[in-house]
Nanobody, 126 residues
């Protein structure tokens, strides 16, 4: 069964940058569209960015558009989230997940399962 492990979080100052990684094992990552989600304390997970299997099509939440970039390197079985111009509103636990397929549409933030991993904490503070 496909397992995804997030890493790369940490403490950064406002305006700083981080790159998160989502590494797959037990399966081939290129078979799946992948999404990044984040969760504030006491809130539901929210979709942040997603990328289709081909990597040609991406989708972003309005709150991160222009600041975050999702990409994938199928040879390394890894999806990345480059985060720039970070703000305190970006403080959250970030998760990645394989997504349901879509037909001739951008990727959508619907996980294939609810088997969430540990996530990685991003804290933006001065």
């Amino acid at each position: 069964q496909l397992q995804l492990v997030e890493s790369g979080g940490g403490l950064v100052q406002p305006g700083g940058s981080l790159r998160l990684s989502c590494v797959a094992s037990g399966g081939t990552l290129e078979w799946f569209a992948i999404g990044w989600f984040r969760q504030y304390p006491g809130k539901e997970r929210q979709g942040v960015a997603c990328i289709k299997r081909s990597g040609r099509s991406t989708n972003y939440a309005n709150s991160v558009k222009g600041r975050f970039t999702i990409s994938r390197d199928n040879a390394k079985n890894t999806v990345y989230l480059q985060m720039s111009n970070l703000d305190s509103e970006d403080t959250a636990v970030y998760y990645c997940a394989a997504l349901t397929d879509t037909i001739d549409t951008p990727c959508v933030f619907i996980p294939r399962s609810e088997n969430w991993g540990q996530g990685t904490q991003v804290t933006v503070s001065s």
